[in-house]
């Protein structure tokens, strides 16, 4: 199995620009997860699906960020538009139905300039 | 709400020596807890996890946890700390379907 796969795996943009992060689950894997890891915060969940709906998106910082699920093996987190403070590293993680453990990705690293 | 406290952001260590990262929960009831390792640039993985069976737990790479729940603490350890356990370490606690971090704590072995 491939894991989780996350692209790109850097991004540099200027402030104001829509970036779109994208992430492949381990097929199969019935949740998905986004989060978001900074030295301020530490690892914050974003928001997460269940068989691509959307469950909790309560850790989403404002209406710039979004998230899709339109298939059970992609899933997308827009920012539009983008700020300085939204540099971060970004990472998905899925987990199948009952399962216990989360399995991460690489991560996206994303500087907004 | 359940939450997760690692004390000591940085701990360091000789190679060799003993390696222990504390991690306290706080939970209404029994969690699933789990350490999470990060080595630089990468993703986490999976150390270990603790699911309500045996209460001393072994994992990956020479590292085990005991789960206490008088002491409401899962600490990791490790009998000789090598090099190439330079990371950073998270007590995670699971809830239904979703996690809770603790802050991290960074692990620096020098020779």
């Known amino acids: 199995d491939a894991g989780v796969i996350q692209s790109p795996r850097h991004e540099v943009t200027e402030m104001g620009q829509e970036v779109t992060l994208r992430c492949k689950p381990i097929?199969?894997?019935?949740?998905l997860f986004w989060y978001r890891q900074t030295m301020m915060r530490g690892l914050e969940l974003l928001i997460y699906f269940n068989n691509n709906v959307p469950i909790d998106d309560s850790g989403m910082p404002e209406d710039r960020f979004s998230a899709k699920m339109p298939n059970a093996s992609f899933s997308t987190l827009k920012i539009q538009p983008s700020e300085p403070r939204d540099s971060a590293v970004y990472f998905c993680?899925?987990?199948?139905?009952?399962?216990?453990?989360?399995?991460f990705g690489p991560g996206t690293r994303l500087t907004v300039l | 709400a359940q939450s997760v406290t690692q004390l000591g952001s940085h701990v360091s260590v000789s190679e060799g020596a003993l390696v222990l990262l504390r991690c306290n929960y706080s939970s209404s009831v029994p969690p699933y807890l789990f350490w999470y390792v990060q080595y630089p640039n990468q993703g986490l993985q999976l150390l270990l996890k603790y699911t309500s069976a045996a209460t001393l737990v072994k994992g990956i790479n020479g590292f085990e946890a005991e789960f206490k729940k008088s002491e409401t603490s899962f600490h990791l350890t490790k009998p000789s700390a090598h090099m190439s356990d330079a990371a950073e370490y998270f007590c995670?606690?699971?809830?239904?379907?979703?996690?809770?971090f603790g802050k991290g704590t960074m692990l620096l072995v020098s020779p």
């Open positions: 995670v606690s699971s809830g239904y379907s979703t996690l809770t």
């Open positions: 993680a899925s987990t199948p139905e009952g399962g216990d453990t989360q399995y």
């Open positions: 097929s199969g894997h019935d949740y």
